[in-house]
């Protein structure tokens, strides 16, 4: 669908519900025609919880009084089973960038999983070198996420600390995954302070411009032991810088559970056929989150299958941990949840339409013209 910036940020801005149920159906109805009604499971694993970076809003940041895990090879891969008995089509490997995973292991560890079981394999593992991330790709990884986080530089600097001042930027690396022939997936986070609704509609725009395979959107939500959250816990939310402020500035952020649905509603609309999730950062911010992300336009749930024992480590907000998912009876409700809506759960890896194509011309580039 054409969807201009103007269209975007008037959507954004729109508050009357009655258009923004006609927004909601509009991407339904899209997301059914073009990837229907069984919604992907991806069962998500912890690996590690190190972190080197200082990203400003995130609690696994590598200043934070936080105990510290990592994974057994063991572990993990008997993780990977039960992610074969619970029926799902897909494992992501998720982890803080975590120097001490390195990648000879990681591949081998890859390589088991794709040798022991049918299951995709999806990695975010934040940003790696080139290097990396093609032997990931030959070790039999095939999807990786690495969100964009906002597609204001200027923000973006500021909460995501670089590395070096040489460090390849995000960009940089979304595009050597396409390279190397992985399936894409990015994203923002929604309501960060500071952010704009212009802001927002970029992120949008960019989201076409990358042709992204998955996308990923959740509310940004304050975690107190870091710098953002203890910002926005004290309503310390003074523009900064010279960031044009000429489109209306969102102070406080509304990291609202409305304002990620119509970013879910417009992801859909821009990219029809991507694997977009409704996320755990949504369902935590209000039980109906969930179901209202799935009726917006999404059509991915990613459950957690962490080791309990790891799962409330893993905090990179509050409350991520919800006790309505540690339990193994938590599937049951989000079962029940999806069939309240009249959808089914889908069966096999649910990879993205495009990348088939794509893989093709990656192989033969002479037929690319
Ligand atoms: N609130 C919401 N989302 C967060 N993430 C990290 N910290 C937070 C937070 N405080 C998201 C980032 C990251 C993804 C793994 O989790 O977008 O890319």
Redesign the pocket.
Known sequence: MSLSFDDILDWLRTEDPTALDELFAMADEVRRREVGDAIQLRGLVEISNHCARLCT??GLRATTRQQRYRMSFKEVLACAQEAVRAGFGTIVLQSGEDLGLDAAYLCELIAAIRAQTPLAITL?LGERPRDELSAFRDAGADRYLL?F?TSNATLFERIHPARTPDAPSRPQILQWLRELGFEVGSGV?VGIPGQTLGDLARDIVRFGELELDMIGL????P?PGTPLGEEAADRLLIPFGDMPRDEAALLPAPNTVDMTCKMIALARLIRPSANIPSTT?LATLHPQGRVRGLCAGANVVMPNLTPLKYRTLYD??PNKSNPSEVAEEGRGDLIRQIESIGRTLATGRGDSPSILRRRAMLKNPETNQ
């Open positions: 809003y995130c975010s969100r986080e986070m959740g509310p940004f939500l975690h950062a990179i907000y």
